[in-house]
């Protein structure tokens, strides 16, 4: 009989195992699991009937409820139950709201009194205190949101939304918003998809706006990056013509198949006969809105500023029967032309290859039409300008936004600067460049991009002195009335510059200013008549001769004294020629008692106003030094 085997060494082990824990029971588990659920329901429940703000108990109430192993933080399972049981209850007081016939934002409200104490929105408002503070899970609060906008009708989602309205800074925060951008863009996507674009306009752009504000401009789940366009976006109108209709069937044709380019112009681009088809349809539309100009009581009949209740739609019905009145409608017009200008924008979309924008002569076709568009809008009452003015603003600063997206959508914010570990006394290697520094090379490479860039007409250019220097003609005009302490000429860097353009541009002009100021710079034909005689009138130069002549006499005494001593001092080696030493100070003491004669009239230039002559005082050296040395000879 054989000997039954000895036990494996760890056999004990696994014996004590199996003994010491108890047996699983899945069916007392699921009690367990649904009695905690009931208690924890109990203990919220009791807790919104609390009229207090939820910072005083909300944090008692979880910890009463959950009993968690940390204090005041949740851990994962206790996150998920506390979720699940708020779920449940949110669903209880959502079908309690209906079955007692109120509406789910106004359940708990008391009728006598008017203050809030809606149950769901008191619930809401602890559970986002929760997660503001970090005691739950961040997006809890956005998973009741949702659960709550799946179960309301549409009236009810209004409330709710406008609550989500009114907690957007605190639900946009950070520590908020990285736990449940994506469960808010679901439910917003949801609600979107529920509601109706021509009965629910108005709630679609609440929608629309609270994403704009909520997510940032550089989220890419809100871009449309390849430039997609909406081509279920359709316009239907009537084919045939009907019996007893007015209107010129044709024309409307025409000016309604104008949209099917609008939907989708990368195809018109493209195909070169729906473009040849397109700008026909466009000279037709454009000449009959200009053989039919709008008047001023047509703009006031229209005027929506002074409607306080005017309705906005966001399509214009296509009734061929309406086709009159609309044409005398100057925002029916405005429309029309305003998406001519946007399809003409996106033409000429900057960043486009050859292939991808238009040819030559569609260039030359969608300059003559825009300039075309422009001119009719600036005829449209009221302010029709102005309309214009804003519309080529907004279509500038689409640009920007093109660009950005063509760059790869880079983001807005950049980090700080901060230097690395480990660098801080490392050495930085200077970058080099082509030319010396980084402007430089940068100029230098857009110069050989773009080698029209220096016969561009609206580059940087040196005014003319005309244009330069007709503010200042306006103000020295005495009917314009300009104080003293406004006028041009006491600004001292725009005289400056106006005599640095005279200099190389009219040196008649520039030479008026030593006698006249800066006032005399102005050219004449820019000056009214009375104030160009004052002028005209050159001054009278006789005060200047005898001074003239006087300064000269006084210069040329120390020169004869200079050709009398030099002999002496050195032999006559090195004085030269007297001629050459008499010729180049006279002069340059001319020029001297001229300009000193110019700064002021009534001074007598020379050496005998006590001014200091430097050659004079060089040759009284040389005399005094010659008369010492004859002096040391005679001693010897």
């Not at 009229?51 to 399972?77: G, N, R, W, Y």
């Not at 309604?256 to 989708?264: K, R, Y």
């Not at 009221?382 to 640009?399: N, Y």
């Not at 034909?525 to 130069?541: D, G, I, R, Y």
Request: glycine share 6%.
């Amino acid at each position: 009989m054989a000997e039954p085997s000895p036990p494996p060494a760890n056999a004990g082990l696994r014996i004590l195992l199996s003994k010491d824990r108890p047996a699983p029971s899945p069916p007392s588990t699921a009690v367990s699991s649904h009695a905690d659920r009931d208690r924890i329901i109990g203990v919220f429940r009791s807790a919104l009937s609390r009229t207090e703000p939820p910072e005083t108990f909300a944090l008692q109430t979880v910890q009463e409820a959950i009993k968690p192993q940390k204090e005041t933080v949740l851990v994962l399972e206790e996150n998920q139950s506390l979720e699940n049981a708020l779920r449940a209850l949110l669903q209880e007081l959502v079908s309690s709201a209906v079955q007692s016939g109120k509406k789910i934002m106004q359940y708990g409200n008391s009728s006598d009194s008017g203050e809030s104490n809606c149950l769901i929105t008191h619930l809401l408002d602890i559970v986002l205190y929760l997660c503001e503070r970090g005691h739950v899970e961040g997006g809890m609060v956005f998973q009741l949101l949702e659960d709550l906008t799946e179960m309301s009708t549409i009236k009810d989602c209004k409330d709710i939304f406008g609550y989500i309205e009114s907690q957007q800074d605190v639900l946009g925060k950070q520590e908020l918003f990285g736990r449940g951008k994506l469960v808010m863009l679901r439910t917003c996507n949801q609600l979107l998809r529920r509601l109706s674009k021509a009965n629910d306009v108005v709630f679609c752009g609440r929608i629309i706006m609270f994403l704009a504000h909520f997510f940032p401009l550089s989220e890419r789940s809100a871009l449309n990056i390849k430039g997609v366009f909406n081509t279920s976006n359709v316009t239907k109108y009537e084919k045939d013509a009907m019996d007893g209709i007015s209107v010129d069937f044709n024309f409307y044709k025409t000016l309604w198949s104008l949209q099917e380019h609008f939907s989708n112009p990368a195809l018109t681009s493209a195909n070169p006969a729906k473009w040849q088809k397109f700008s026909s349809n466009l000279a037709v539309v454009l000449s009959t809105f200009e053989a039919q100009p709008l008047s001023d009581d047509d703009g006031k009949l229209n005027n929506l500023d002074q409607e306080e209740d005017a309705a906005f739609n966001i399509k214009y019905l296509t009734s061929s029967k309406l086709m009159g009145l609309e044409l005398k409608d100057p925002s029916f017009r405005r429309h029309i032309l305003v998406q001519c200008l946007i399809f003409f924008d996106y033409l000429k979309a900057p960043g486009k290859n050859e292939k991808e924008g238009p040819t030559g002569s569609m260039k030359e076709e969608i300059k003559s039409c825009e300039e075309h568009v422009k001119k009719l809008l600036e005829i449209i009452p009221p302010k029709g300008k102005e309309f214009l003015k804003s519309i080529e603003h907004i279509l500038e600063r689409e640009k920007n936004w093109v660009w950005w997206k063509r760059d790869g959508c880079l983001a807005f914010e950049k980090p700080p600067f901060g230097k690395k570990p480990g660098q801080a006394g490392a050495r930085k290697r200077k970058p080099r460049w082509r030319l010396g520094n980084k402007e430089l090379s940068q100029l230098w490479k857009w110069a050989e991009q773009n080698p029209n860039v220096l016969t561009d007409p609206d580059r940087v250019r040196m005014p003319s002195i005309t244009e330069y220097w007709k503010p200042l003609a306006e103000d020295m005009d005495p009917s314009a009335g300009i104080e003293e302490e406004y006028h041009h000429k006491s600004n001292r860097v725009y005289c400056w510059k106006g005599l640095r353009f005279s200099a190389r541009q009219d040196l008649d002009g520039f030479a008026r200013f030593s006698d006249y100021g800066i006032e005399g710079v102005v050219p004449s034909e820019l000056l009214p008549p009375e104030v160009n005689a004052k002028f005209s009138s050159k001054p009278a130069e006789k005060a200047k001769r005898p001074k003239k002549e006087d300064s000269k006499g006084a210069s040329a005494q120390p020169k004869e004294q200079q050709v009398a001593a030099t002999p002496e001092t050195d032999g006559g080696g090195s004085a030269g020629d007297p001629e050459e030493g008499a010729v180049v100070p006279m002069d340059s003491d001319n020029g001297a008692a001229e300009d000193s004669q110019k700064r002021s009239p009534g001074e007598v230039s020379g050496p005998e106003s006590g001014q200091c002559d430097p050659e004079a005082d060089a040759d009284d050296g040389i005399k005094t030094e010659t008369s010492s040395r004859d002096a040391r000879a005679g001693e010897k």
